[in-house]
T-cell receptor, first 113, second 111 residues
């Protein structure tokens, strides 16, 4: 158990809908990262927050947004969902801003039908 | 050319074999190198962490980094069926740069 908690573990939703994925980092970790994993693309970095502030953006679509709250939990919002958004979404956390070692949660498996 | 290349396998070995997993990379700024193990539909688990060049050993696992060749390796000695998983290499440059992952190599250790 990495100490990173993600909910929900599984969700199925229809195209065009919006979902919110939630992440609680390890106790004391200030950095939260979001990754998307699909079969053909591997693990793709989406976005990084450190202590409430956005620090880096990767290949995150405009339909997706994230935030980190004062209690350090984070949410990833996915809207206008398309079939191609079906993937495993991972949250990871780190104690530092540079994040050379990050610890992953168990992921949220999103299926868009 | 992708920043990190990793042979996806699958790689199938008998129990007790020595396994060699490899990644190549193109970004000479990478200084931090990691190996993660991922069981099916689970989160990646940090296995090994190495800074810059050299070797690091932890039990049956040895990580090697050759920065001159831009090549990193993970060796697993006395492989066990429980080692069957996907192994992902990851690396990053100094500063606030996110980890870049290889696509992973799927390993099966047959009893």
């Amino acid at each position: 158990d990495s100490g990173v908690t993600q909910t929900p573990k599984h969700l199925i939703t229809a195209t065009g809908q919006r979902v919110t994925l939630r992440c609680s980092p390890r106790s004391g970790d200030l950095s939260v990262y979001w990754y998307q994993q699909s079969l053909d693309q591997g693990l793709q970095f989406l976005i990084h927050y450190y202590n409430g502030e956005e620090r880096a953006k990767g290949n995150i679509l405009e339909r997706f947004s994230a935030q980190q709250f004062p209690d350090l939990h984070s949410e990833l919002n996915l809207s206008s969902l398309e079939l191609g958004d079906s993937a495993l979404y991972f949250c990871a956390s780190s104690s530092s801003v540079s994040g050379n070692t990050i610890y992953f949660g168990e992921g949220s498996w999103l299926t868009v039908v | 050319q992708k920043e990190v290349e990793q042979d996806p396998g699958p790689l199938s070995v008998p129990e007790g074999a020595i396994v060699s997993l490899n990644c190549t990379y193109s970004n000479s700024a990478f200084q931090y190198f990691m190996w993660y193990r991922q069981y099916s539909r689970k989160g990646p688990e940090l296995l090994m962490y190495t800074y810059s060049s050299g070797n690091k050993e932890d039990g049956r696992f040895t990580a090697q980094v050759d920065k001159s060749s831009k090549y990193i390796s993970l060796f697993i000695r006395d492989s066990q069926p429980s080692d069957s998983a996907t192994y992902l290499c990851a690396m990053s440059a100094p500063g606030n740069t996110p980890l870049v992952f290889g696509k992973g190599t799927r390993l099966s250790v047959i009893a």
